[in-house]
């Protein structure tokens, strides 16, 4: 997207600049919005009729940056794909919006938002209409390894059977954590998880220490010992519950599981120990 007249955020320097060649822009469909649980502090999402485009205004959502600059409503133009549009302002998102797909995650905070809409009227210049549909069906798949060669097939006979013409498919393995399948916030998954481990280790020692014989000699070794012992366990369990998360949950990922807790546990923190 290019405008000559208004102030956007520039592609390149992710500055307000006024009539750069080109700005912070993408384009969504109904599903990602769905999927990614968009909250605005002003206006409003797209609606479905939103996604059919049968000419006139094309509504935008702004992010966060561009509260203090464009109100709910503002009207400008700007050329999208060789074509001059008129777009209107429909809703600004909440402070750090993002896209969160695998592979990758987009601040939305300085982007303006264009629905990856169908065109229901096609001009006689279509050239960047092309363009458009060949963004709209550009994207990110994934598929379990070992349904790998039956999803890319299936791909294949889909692209001949639309008579899509020509394309390319560029293949890489994507690794999974526990943040990105979830969604959870770093800070709170650490914090969320650390008050766990409190709650286990208070229950620990008042119920199951009491009938071990435990001798201290030295507290600050002991104390040294807990903590490091804590922390192999916290990231173990990290670890493992990522690893467990993205594959199948079946009885012997569960035990691979319960094996890492149970060793670093009894290995680190051996109960009953001389220290």
Same mark, same amino acid.
């Given at each position: 997207m290019r405008s000559e007249s208004e102030s956007f955020f520039d592609y390149e320097t992710e500055t307000l600049q006024k009539g750069g060649d080109a700005v912070l822009c993408v384009q969504i469909s109904e599903n990602l919005q769905n999927r990614n649980h968009f909250e605005c502090c002003r206006g409003r999402l797209f609606d479905t009729k939103d996604f059919q485009y049968y000419g006139g205004t094309i509504p935008v959502i702004l992010g966060y940056e561009y509260r203090d600059v464009y109100q *709910? #409503?503002? =009207?400008? +133009?700007? @050329?999208?794909?060789?074509? +001059?549009?008129?777009?209107? @302002? @429909? #809703?600004?998102?909440?402070?750090?919006? *993002?896209? =969160? &797909?695998? #592979? +990758?995650? *987009?601040?939305?905070?300085?982007? *303006?938002?264009?629905? #990856?809409? &169908? @065109?229901?009227?096609?001009? =006689?210049? &279509?050239a960047g209409i092309t363009i458009h549909y060949a963004n709209k069906t550009s994207g990110c798949l994934v598929a379990p390894t070992e349904k790998f060669a039956e999803v890319s097939n299936c791909i294949k006979q889909l692209l001949l059977d639309q008579k899509c013409g020509y394309y390319t498919m560029d293949i890489f393995p994507v690794k999974y954590n526990v943040i990105e399948k979830t969604g959870f916030d770093i800070g709170s998954f650490i914090i969320g998880l650390s008050i766990i481990f409190l709650a286990f280790h208070i229950l620990y020692y008042r119920h199951v220490k009491k009938t071990k014989k435990y001798i201290i000699k030295n507290r600050v070794f002991f104390a040294c010992a807990e903590l490091a012992g804590t922390g192999l366990l916290f990231l173990t369990t990290y670890y493992a519950f990522s690893f467990l998360i993205s594959m199948k949950m079946d009885m012997r990922i569960l035990g691979i599981f319960g094996i890492f807790v149970i060793v670093t546990k009894y290995v680190y923190l051996p109960p009953g120990r001389e220290i």
């Open positions: *709910i #409503g503002f =009207q400008f +133009t700007a @050329v999208y794909l060789y074509h +001059t549009y008129n777009f209107e @302002v @429909v #809703g600004i998102l909440e402070k750090n919006s *993002i896209i =969160q &797909n695998p #592979g +990758t995650t *987009i601040l939305l905070d300085k982007y *303006i938002i264009m629905p #990856g809409f &169908n @065109v229901c009227s096609m001009p =006689q210049e &279509n």
